[in-house]
């Protein structure tokens, strides 16, 4: 007689925070649907376009009474330990009190950074989560291997997907007061 095959035990984010927290390396996970994926190594194009981005993003909104988090700051849906799902984005701003936890559950704009290697897991299962967190107004994708930005805005009607491609348009973030235009963002790559 056959045996139905044994269930995959899935994680919670209480278990996923003692897994990492015992980590004695630096390699770095996300919750996904209650399984561990680990990240992959960024590149140095990867690295370059988050600092470009970071680096002036940080300084507009530490003027404003923001945090900017670039690479070290997990999401997660609520406070709600028993949730399947926390995730690393490359950057994210959120504004309010600090909590000083190890997540945030409000940011106001994420930002990612696509390599042709996580593009599918980027923009098939991050995106959603990030669309459905209340507090997200803001949500960019920047490609590593092309100039090419999609910003993801809330609106009261959904959500609006502005593509940029030409180093002359600028990404105006204007729940927070910032614009930035491609040849900034793509300082010092040649694609």
């Known amino acids: 007689m056959a045996h139905p095959a044994e269930e995959l035990r899935r994680m919670t984010i209480a278990e996923f925070d003692a897994f990492t927290d015992g980590l004695l390396d630096d390699r770095e996970f996300e919750l996904v649907n209650g399984e561990l994926a680990m990240m992959v190594n960024p590149t140095e194009t990867h690295e ?4 470009n981005i970071g680096a002036p993003l940080k300084l507009a909104m530490d003027r404003r009474g923001c945090r900017t988090y670039q690479g070290g700051m997990r999401v997660q849906r609520d406070h709600d330990s028993t949730a399947r799902d926390k995730y690393l984005p490359d ?3 959120r504004c309010g009190a600090r909590e000083n936890r190890t997540y945030v559950t409000d ?3 994420i930002v990612e950074v696509l390599s042709p290697s996580t593009i599918d ?3 098939g299962t991050k995106l959603p989560f990030y669309k459905d967190l209340p507090s997200v107004a803001h949500i960019v994708s920047a490609y590593s291997d092309q100039m090419r930005v999609e910003h ?3 609106t009261q009607d959904g959500w609006r997907l502005d593509v940029l491609t030409r180093p002359e348009q600028s990404l105006a973030l204007d729940a927070v007061e910032f614009a930035i235009d491609l040849s900034q963002i793509y300082f010092d790559l040649a694609f």
């Open 107 to 109: 940011p106001i704009v």
């Open 91 to 93: 950057l994210l701003v």
């Open 152 to 154: 993801y805005s809330r």
């Open 121 to 123: 897991h980027d923009r």
């Open 48 to 51: 370059q376009i988050a600092g």
